[in-house]
């Protein structure tokens, strides 16, 4: 979202680099610490542009609608690439990706349990393989 809102004149160059260095401090840290502070999994939740939007106008905010900025429309459409391009390259720890336009778990309890059944099973399958020496 930081780089996409400076390609696009929103932010400073120089608040891109500030977050890049934080977040690469962050993320060297972990390597050199202990297997315990290492995440166990990325969960990321997959959803197409219309769900994106509909998420949005339900979330009510004015400076993120549609309907108040036209130009929002390419902002959401290449925010959505840009999520989907950071989770495949993502390599930190295992990682697990939910089709947030079936799942809805905001409004949907039960879906909701489900979603929280497929994070148990992941993180069972990723401590397995740790202990077996796959991670």
Known sequence: MFHLNADLGRIATLEVEQYDNLLN???KELEESAPEKHPDLMVHIKVSLDTMIAWLNKRGRSYEQVANDPTLYDYYKELNQRYDAWYEAFDVCPKMQI???????????EN???ILDMIQE???EVRSDKQAGNY
């Open 25 to 27: 401090t962050m993320l």
């Open 112 to 114: 909701l349990s489900v």
């Open 99 to 109: 089709d947030g336009d079936q799942l809805d778990f905001v409004d949907n309890e």
């Open 122 to 124: 992941k993180l069972a």
